[in-house]
């Protein structure tokens, strides 16, 4: 990969691409420490720690370490990406469910700019309503000292505070998607998954900070973090590696296809295969599972807390630490794993594509028992990626549970995001470079 990065920055046009990029990214950064008004910072941070948003414990950790680390100080980009991924999921899943959206879909570039500016649209309508959610919940909280995280709280300065509040988050929410279609035109990658990858990696210094302090912990005599500090970087390392052989790994269907005269020109004849990638479903059966499962802990974040009964059992139960959340947040995964291949891939049209050019699977007859064949092999290659993500997703709720180094563990969602982005991006540059160093056939 740094070779990669080192010979695209020898051609001057990917070197400007990979600068645009960078200002892109430092502008998002700057825009992170920006808060918003009518706050008092010190009671916003004296809430945050008392929520555990910075230690990653809580629900709200997770849109915090997506924004990275702006949700915690309600700057003008604390909703992060997090809307646009919102909206462009929602609108993936009603260009399936609805006819009129999958013709737009269909009709090519343009039917694509259509569904591109509705899904701007509703990115903020969600920015708008998420920002709302989030000025309800710092006008309702107040620290265990009894100050107020907003400022104005009575008459006509509290419709007007709340007014701007709320503006300022639905604006950093356009601007973030306006970054990220920036970097898509002018710079290199994909912008939402660049600006993502950026949030999460501003988080890094807190975590080796943490790291850092358990060591310390080993010094002054707790001798077990003298194991589990190292045994988690060892861990680190081999997830790590483990997401990038999986993010490569496909099934290839091998694939004839029959030789045909055209006037006096021969097609065909030749022998290929259909790459079907393992990790089908990417991250998004991880965000889908999650997002569910923080429903309980995000009523309980902005509302009234119980402190017994049958609902303080059930939020309690509903927690990232309990065995009733583990269980419940794998089958999840696994569900929305076959939901989104469902979605994605149709057998009965793929074997109607193959079918039509003349192509067959060795030993498969064309037609019906094509799209068996090819049902049969996603739903095998499904099970699988499904499997590695419940690993990748679990095992740093395990890790901490069994090692009481909660404060550490890296959500599997945050390492995929990282390791898929920096692949992805080291793919683009390569192709890239492949493009401009392409003499053709007349050189």
């Known amino acids: 990969m740094f070779k990669t990065i080192r010979n695209a920055w020898s051609i001057p046009d990917l070197r400007r691409k990979i600068l645009f990029t960078i200002l892109i990214i430092v502008f998002f950064r700057i825009g992170s420490v920006i808060p918003v008004p009518f706050l008092d910072m010190s009671a916003l941070n004296n809430l945050m720690t008392e929520n555990e948003v910075n230690s990653g414990t809580s629900a709200l950790a997770y849109l915090n370490t997506l924004s990275g680390g702006a949700f915690s100080n309600a ?3 604390a909703m992060g990406v997090t809307p646009y991924i919102n909206s462009s999921i929602i609108m993936q899943l009603l260009t399936v469910a609805i006819p009129p959206l999958e013709r737009m879909a269909k009709e090519g570039e343009a039917g694509r700019k259509k569904i591109a500016t509705i899904t701007r649209y509703v990115t903020v ?7 709302f959610a989030y000025w309800w919940f710092l006008n309702a909280s107040t620290d265990k000292s009894g ?13 007007f505070s709340a007014i701007v509040i709320i503006l300022a988050f639905t604006a950093g929410t356009a601007i973030m998607m306006w970054f990220g279609e920036q970097i898509n035109e002018h710079g290199i990658g994909n912008g939402i998954s660049i600006l993502l990858f950026a949030g999460i990696v501003a988080r890094l210094p807190f975590t080796l900070y943490l790291l850092k302090s358990y060591w310390e ?23 790590i590696w483990v ?27 030749q022998s290929t295969h259909l790459p079907i990638k393992v990790a089908l479903g ?26 017994g009964g049958f609902w303080a059992g059930f939020f309690d139960a509903f927690k990232t630490d309990g065995w009733l959340y583990i269980g419940v947040y794998f089958l999840l995964i696994i569900m929305f794993g076959y939901f989104y291949t469902t979605i994605q891939y149709n057998p009965v049209e793929m074997a109607n594509n193959l079918k039509q050019n003349n192509g067959t699977i060795p030993g498969i007859r064309p037609g019906a028992p094509t799209a068996e064949f090819i049902k049969k092999i996603l739903s095998r290659i499904t099970l699988i990626g499904c499997l590695f993500l419940a690993f990748i997703a679990e095992f740093p709720l395990l890790y901490s549970k069994f090692t009481t180094m909660g404060s550490l563990s890296m959500g599997g969602t945050s390492i995929i995001i990282i390791v898929g982005v920096a692949l992805e991006t080291a793919k683009q540059m390569e192709s890239q470079m492949m493009m401009r160093h392409y003499k053709g056939f007349l050189d």
Do not use: C
């Open 75 to 77: 700057t003008i980009f």
């Open 125 to 131: 309508g969600l920015g708008l309503i998420q920002g």
């Open 147 to 159: 100050n107020h995280i907003t400022i104005y709280r009575e008459g006509a300065g509290l419709w």
């Open 217 to 239: 912990y080993a010094l002054q005599g707790n001798t077990q973090y003298f194991i589990l500090v190292p045994m988690w970087i060892v861990i680190f390392l081999v997830v």
């Open 243 to 269: 997401i990038t052989f999986m993010q490569d790994s496909e099934r290839r269907i091998p694939i004839q296809y029959a030789k045909r005269v055209v006037g006096r020109k021969m097609y065909g004849g």
């Open 282 to 307: 990417g991250v998004l059966p991880i965000i889908f599972a999650s997002s569910i499962l923080s429903i309980p802990s995000t009523i309980q974040a902005f509302g009234v807390k119980p402190t």
